[in-house]
Each structure stands twice: as C-alpha cells, then as structure tokens.
C-alpha cells in the first residue's frame, strides 16, 4: 500500500526552545542539573539500579512532606492526577465529602467528588481569601456522616493559603479523614504531613520543585491505606488504583506500567536539591524573593489580591492597573523580554496578574529582572512610573532580609 502524503504547511526541523523566564504560576525554570539528570541512559523501569534510585526518591519525598508515610511515591502524571488517585480511591458510592472552595482547583475538586460517585457539600468562601474554619465547623456539625475533607493548602488561580493544621484538627475532631492539594505549596512553603495529621496529600513536579510537568507527588497514612484496602467496590480507575500500583512501587516490584524513568531521575535531582539547600532554607528564600517583589511592585502602585497574612510568598497575585492592557502587557513581556508572567484565571481573568517566584524561579535576578521588564512596559505603554524605583526599593528589602537560615 501506499504511505499517505505528507506535505506539511512549513518546513519541519528540530525544535528549539527559546530561552524564557518562567514566572507564572507553573511550571518554573527548570533548573539545568534537573535537565541535565534527565538526559542521562534511559533504565528500564524493573533494572535493579532504578529500583535502588526508587527507594531514595521515596525517602526524599518524604523529607520533602515531612513524613513517615510507608505509601510515598510519585504518580506518572501531573499534578491533576494525583489530585483524582485521592478522590478516586477514598471515595465509594454514596460517600460524603465536604470540599472547601475558594478558588480553582477546590472547584476541581467538587467535579472529582461528583464524578467518582460521593455527595459534595461545598464550603465556599471567596476568591482571594483563605478557607474559613468557623464555616468548615458548622458543616462538620450539619454533617456527622462526612467522611473526607478535602481543601487546597495553597490555592494558585488566587494567591491564599489556608490554615492547613486548624483544618486538619477540625477533621479529626469530627472523625473524618483529610486529603490536601500541596501543588503549588510543597517546597516553597511550610508543609508538615505528620505533624498536621493529612490522611492523603499529592504535589505537582513543576512549581516548586523545578522539575519539568508530568510528575506527582503524593503520599498516604495508615489510615487510607487500610481504607482503601477494605473497600466493598472495586476502585473505578484500573490506572489509579493503589492496591495495584503497590505492586511497582511497594515491596514485590511488579509490572504495572512503564514508569517514566528519566522524569524520575529528574524527580531524584530536584528532591535531592531540595535537600540539599534544606527545606527551612528554601521557605525562607521565598519569603525573602516575595518580599523583594512586593516592595518593587509597590513603588509602580500596583496592589495584592490577598490580605497580608494569606499570601502566598511563591504565587503573588495583583490587581491590574485600572487602564492597562493586560493581554498586551504579557504579550510585550513574552516577545521582547522572554517573561512569563501569569493571567487571571476564571473569575480573575483580565483583572489580576500572577507573579510565581517558584522554586528555581524564585531568584533575586528573576526579581529585579522582573521589575525592570515591567516598569519598561508599563512606562512605554504611557503608565506613569518612576523608572529604576522599583529595582531600588527591591534592593533595599534584600539588604534589610538577610538570609538567617
Ligand atoms: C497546578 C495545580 C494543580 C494541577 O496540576 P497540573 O500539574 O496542572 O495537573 C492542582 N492544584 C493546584 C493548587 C495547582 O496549582
């Protein structure tokens, strides 16, 4: 038979990048010794040498979420995976689930709770502000047969972080098991699995970690484990069903699917970084980056979304100038500075930027390069700006921050 024509609009050649500053809200700048892990043989995903990078991967997860968890391992597939292994493995028919929505991804949430068969019961509160714990109370008690609450520890599409411990409390105080969205918060913020008690929580590789997408943290207590174990139907998801995925990533090491074996060693490098810098180190580092960017931000009179004690330190989100540009603003920053800074999403689009000083992103370069850009952009688009102010107040924040850590 013959092959089918192929005749390509243009010409097909290898394809290069460019070169970008990713400070949006994911993925960030992948650091080169990540890339270059990455490129390093491919090993069959069983090959006795991976198994061994395995199991340190598993412990440096777990220094990652603070945990003892036995049940810690990456899933192949990004951050919404691993967000739908919780959901879809805790959740029986007819289960209730109280899910805290403030912003995006609680909303993803409510649709994982729907489609695996539970009843959701919402907790809305607004964008830009943290989940209320008074509220998630007053549905624990409306709702003695709640068995999971689910939250989002830092939520992207607006900047807030919530109290992570007082949820948890109220969880266990109502006898209902927890499952926490860490994706934006793991390695830029404090994260203590154990120490808040979190029955189930899964990350994304590309925020704070630095690693190119596709990867997801998560890790399991006792307790879900034993739930999961005992569960009358049979997971809905062949793919996501842990009982199954034990058998890889647990003791007997079995065939379940082809791992992504480079994207794991890039997972080693970045954890091991991670590590390496120390988690007390890297939070603070954040803070400091956030805080430099906040006072530039300031001198161009451009406000925060969220409340002082909310934001968070790796996603700043702003109100927009009144009368500027938004699409063309970014659209400048992409073509002549290679920036990437992030848009509004859903109820923010148009009116707010997201500014992600993640993991290999959150640098004092980044920041400075950051404010320049902007102030450039702004001015030329007829804003009113004083121009090197921004870059002045940012310096002057680091002077007055040094690291302690
Ligand atoms: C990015 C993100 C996700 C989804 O992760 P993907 O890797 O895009 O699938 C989920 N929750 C939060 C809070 C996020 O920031």
Not at 323 to 329: F, L, N, T
Request: some cysteine; overall charge neutral; aromatic content about 8%.
């Amino acid at each position: 038979m013959a092959t089918q024509d192929f005749r390509p609009e243009k010409k097909i050649s290898i394809f290069y990048p460019p070169q970008r500053v990713l400070m949006g809200p994911g993925p960030s700048d992948t650091h080169s010794r990540i890339l270059s892990a990455m490129a390093r043989p491919t090993l069959g995903h069983l090959d006795p040498v991976f198994v061994d990078m395995m199991e340190e991967l598993k412990s440096l997860m777990r220094y990652a979420f603070q945990t003892n968890n036995l049940l810690t391992f990456p899933v192949s597939g990004p951050g919404s995976v691993g967000m739908e292994m919780c959901f879809v493995n805790m959740i029986e028919p007819g289960d209730k689930v109280i899910v805290c929505r403030n912003g995006v991804f609680g909303g993803r949430m409510i649709e994982n709770v729907e489609r695996h068969g539970g009843v959701a019961v919402v907790v809305d509160d607004k964008w830009g502000e943290p989940v209320d714990p008074q509220k998630v109370e007053d549905t624990l008690k409306n709702n003695p047969d709640t068995k999971i609450l689910a939250f989002v520890h830092a939520e992207t599409s607006t900047g807030v972080q919530s109290d992570a411990k007082t949820l948890s409390d109220l969880a266990k105080r109502y006898n209902c098991l927890t499952i926490m969205d860490t994706v934006t918060s793991l390695g830029g913020t404090p994260i203590y699995i154990d120490g808040w008690g979190i029955d189930a929580v899964y990350s994304g590789s590309q925020k704070c970690l630095s690693c190119p997408p596709g990867l997801s943290p998560v890790s399991f207590s006792e307790r879900v484990v034993n739930l999961v174990k005992n569960r009358k139907h049979k997971v809905q998801s062949w793919f996501m069903d842990i009982n199954l995925l034990l058998g890889y990533w647990g003791s007997s090491r079995t065939y379940h699917h082809t791992a992504p074996t480079n994207s794991l060693v890039g997972l080693h490098e970045a954890l091991l970084m991670l590590y390496e810098e120390g988690l007390e180190h890297s939070w603070a580092r954040h803070q400091r980056n956030h805080k430099a960017l906040k006072a530039g931000l300031q001198t161009m009179g451009i406000e925060y979304v969220v409340a002082e004690p909310y934001r968070l330190p790796q996603l700043n989100a702003v109100h927009i100038p009144v009368g500027v540009d938004d699409k063309e603003v970014r659209r400048r920053l992409l073509a002549d500075f290679n920036l990437e800074i992030g848009a509004g999403l859903g109820d923010f689009a148009g009116k707010v930027w997201r500014f992600g000083l993640m993991g290999n992103s959150s640098r004092v370069e980044n920041v400075i390069f950051c404010l320049n850009a902007l102030e450039t952009v702004l001015s030329n688009m007829g804003m009113k700006v004083e121009r090197g102010a921004a870059e002045v107040a940012a310096y002057q924040t680091y002077a007055a921050n040094t690291m302690t850590v």
